[in-house]
């Protein structure tokens, strides 16, 4: 590969990182927004144009802060999770199905299973180094629950590569054209979401920071520029997996104001949930996974196996 090939590739990346990030900033405006007139209120409004600028004083605050960190820590480890956790929340990005070049992934849904269960460590080591007794019972807890729930976003994702024919996600706007997998596949679409939520830690799943019995979890000890990059992880994560719905579900077309429309409601969905719904208790959140999502998606894995085995066996 040339040199010039190289330095478009890194440019081309650290574009699409941009905004990714600027994007994590709206989101979170909107969420203060959304939850303000949720709760009867404003939100942010006083700086810039209805509060506009807020996300960026909120960045410039965060970073300026003086950094804290526990003296019996490990610190290493406890200084680069949130470093990884932000870099691997965006690296999740670049199987973003574009027809032409920033990276050619033909497995990128493999890709994207391998980047999540990384993710699964940053928040363990999070935890653990903080070397704080609450920050390790909040990242268990994180690392059980995720945990539990990829097994059923894996299986549906097999699922949806039997229908598709393949791992890349341009195929599934392809099979879109004419009608949405949300159609077809509508109990799917339910488990999915749910599984999202649980995935990145949202209301009703937010285990990993229950202010009420863990004083916010793993990243209790952190504080200025740690938390920060925690924080734009898990926004930067809530953000592809609204991504990953609409291309799996909603017939995304990247080129089209439509695909924008749709992962904006999406992400307003997360939102409206948080706003609504009460946290679940733990052992039911484990009881959901195991004994109501994993069967669902089992039986859905087995159906459209056996689907595509009658209709190859019809073919030939």
Same mark, same amino acid.
């Given at each position: 590969m040339q040199f010039n090939d190289v330095t478009l590739l890194l440019l081309e990346g650290l574009i699409?990182?941009?905004? @990714?990030? @600027?994007?994590?900033?709206?989101?979170?405006?909107?969420?203060?927004?959304?939850?303000?007139?949720?709760?009867?209120?404003?939100?942010?409004?006083?700086?810039?144009y209805c509060g506009v600028v807020q996300p960026f004083s909120d960045a410039i605050k965060l970073f300026t802060k003086e950094q804290t960190f526990p003296f019996t820590s490990n610190y290493l480890p406890y200084y680069f999770s949130p470093v990884f956790s932000l870099f691997i929340s965006l690296l999740i990005w670049s199987v973003m199905p574009f027809y032409f070049g920033i990276y050619n992934f033909e497995l990128g849904l493999l890709f994207f299973l391998c980047c999540t269960s990384v993710g699964?460590?940053?928040?363990?080591?999070?935890?653990?180094?903080?070397?704080?007794?609450? *920050?390790? %019972?909040?990242?268990?807890?994180?690392?059980?629950?995720t945990i539990?729930?990829?097994?059923?976003? *894996? %299986?549906? %994702?097999?699922?949806?590569?039997f229908l598709s024919n393949g791992y890349d996600l341009v195929m599934f706007y392809l099979y879109q054209d004419l009608i949405w997998?949300?159609?077809?596949?509508?109990?799917?679409?339910? @488990?999915?979401?749910?599984?999202?939520? *649980?995935e990145t830690n949202r209301t009703p799943f937010d285990f990993a920071e229950?202010?009420?019995? /863990?004083?916010?979890?793993?990243?209790?000890?952190y504080s200025s520029g740690g938390f920060a990059l925690i924080f734009m992880a898990?926004?930067?994560?809530? /953000?592809? $997996?609204? $991504? /990953?719905f609409v291309v799996l579900f909603l017939g995304g077309d990247f080129y089209s104001f439509l695909f924008i429309i749709k992962l904006v409601a999406?992400?307003?969905l997360f939102i409206w949930i948080r706003g609504t719904l009460p946290r679940y208790r733990y052992d039911k959140l484990m009881y959901l996974a195991w004994k109501s999502f994993l069967p669902i998606s089992l039986n859905y894995l087995i159906f459209f196996s056996g689907l595509k085995i009658m209709i190859i066996s019809f073919l030939i």
């Amino acid at each position: 590969m040339q040199f010039n090939d190289v330095t478009l590739l890194l440019l081309e990346g650290l574009i699409l990182f941009i905004c @990714v990030l @600027v994007g994590v900033a709206f989101l979170t405006l909107l969420e203060r927004k959304v939850l303000g007139y949720i709760q009867i209120r404003k939100g942010p409004n006083k700086v810039g144009y209805c509060g506009v600028v807020q996300p960026f004083s909120d960045a410039i605050k965060l970073f300026t802060k003086e950094q804290t960190f526990p003296f019996t820590s490990n610190y290493l480890p406890y200084y680069f999770s949130p470093v990884f956790s932000l870099f691997i929340s965006l690296l999740i990005w670049s199987v973003m199905p574009f027809y032409f070049g920033i990276y050619n992934f033909e497995l990128g849904l493999l890709f994207f299973l391998c980047c999540t269960s990384v993710g699964v460590y940053t928040v363990m080591i999070a935890g653990w180094s903080s070397n704080s007794i609450y *920050a390790l %019972l909040g990242g268990l807890r994180a690392v059980a629950q995720t945990i539990s729930y990829e097994v059923s976003l *894996a %299986l549906i %994702l097999i699922s949806f590569i039997f229908l598709s024919n393949g791992y890349d996600l341009v195929m599934f706007y392809l099979y879109q054209d004419l009608i949405w997998f949300m159609f077809i596949t509508f109990p799917l679409m339910i @488990v999915w979401f749910a599984s999202c939520l *649980a995935e990145t830690n949202r209301t009703p799943f937010d285990f990993a920071e229950g202010e009420s019995e /863990l004083v916010s979890g793993f990243n209790i000890e952190y504080s200025s520029g740690g938390f920060a990059l925690i924080f734009m992880a898990e926004y930067s994560s809530i /953000l592809f $997996m609204s $991504m /990953l719905f609409v291309v799996l579900f909603l017939g995304g077309d990247f080129y089209s104001f439509l695909f924008i429309i749709k992962l904006v409601a999406v992400s307003f969905l997360f939102i409206w949930i948080r706003g609504t719904l009460p946290r679940y208790r733990y052992d039911k959140l484990m009881y959901l996974a195991w004994k109501s999502f994993l069967p669902i998606s089992l039986n859905y894995l087995i159906f459209f196996s056996g689907l595509k085995i009658m209709i190859i066996s019809f073919l030939i």
